[in-house]
């Protein structure tokens, strides 16, 4: 599975990169806007910040870029600005486009064109917002090189509809049933992983080239649930990152290793100095 990493804060992509475990940037207009408040000292005009993400990922690790209206035509013309405009720094563009850009405005389906369209324009698209497996299939169906099924967000959606409390970093173990003995489903679906499963199958079943994104990790367990699922991709927030590296027992055993290094041990490395 490759690990991409959700933000757009040049320092956390700096540094998870040289982790050397992250294959790739997945970004949105909040988290952009946000970083580049935190960076104005350094960095002015939002063209320049977008080009440094990009220089710093480098060819070998996609980018996605997101579009900010909700037709076809406009989505296909931000879309191409966005590829034209920063795919020559790193040939590493990615656009995002919605699965249903509808605002109470009847276009359930500029979202699914617009991806065709692009599609045969050449330009990759990362299909986001996908809530259902039925959502997904269309956007393989479309030509979607990535689908982002939003697995957080489908938790958080049936802890709502019965009413739990739950903190952001929360979420459903894959059999939906550990919070609560009531039930909790949305059409069959019992958490967002269980989500993720149902879509891997579809996307085997018929052969689909495109890739899945597990977005909206809330923390290290859930990756290693979408892990078991066999995902292509999970793009994981900093400190999901961070925290999936430690364990108190880990902490203990360096503890206790290096308190108990004799000197005569340590010579052999001072005689290789």
Known sequence: MKIFIDTADIEEIKTAISWGIVDG????????KKALQKYRDRISSMEDYIKEILRIAGRLR???LEVISTDREK????????????NYIANNVV?????????????DFDGIMAV????SA?????????????????????????VSPFVGRVDDFLRTKVGMEFK???????DGMEYDDEVINDNGIVSGVHMLSIIKEIFENYRFSTKIIAASVRNARQVREILEVGCDIATIPFYVL????KHVKTEEGMINFVRDVENEYKEIFWKGE
């Open 168 to 174: 952001k970093e929360d979420y459903f173990p894959s």
């Open 95 to 107: 656009v995002k486009i919605p699965i249903n850009p509808n605002l109470g405005e009847g276009n």
């Open 75 to 86: 989505m296909v013309k931000e879309a191409t600005i966005l590829y034209e405009k920063f």
């Open 62 to 64: 996609p980018v996605s």
């Open 242 to 245: 961070k925290d999936m590296i």
């Open 25 to 32: 940037i997945t970004t949105n207009p909040t988290l952009i």
């Open 116 to 119: 065709r369209e692009l599609k």
């Open 122 to 146: 050449g330009i990759p698209v990362n299909v986001t917002l996908v809530m259902t497996p039925e959502q997904a299939l269309l956007a393989a169906k479309a030509g979607a090189e990535y």
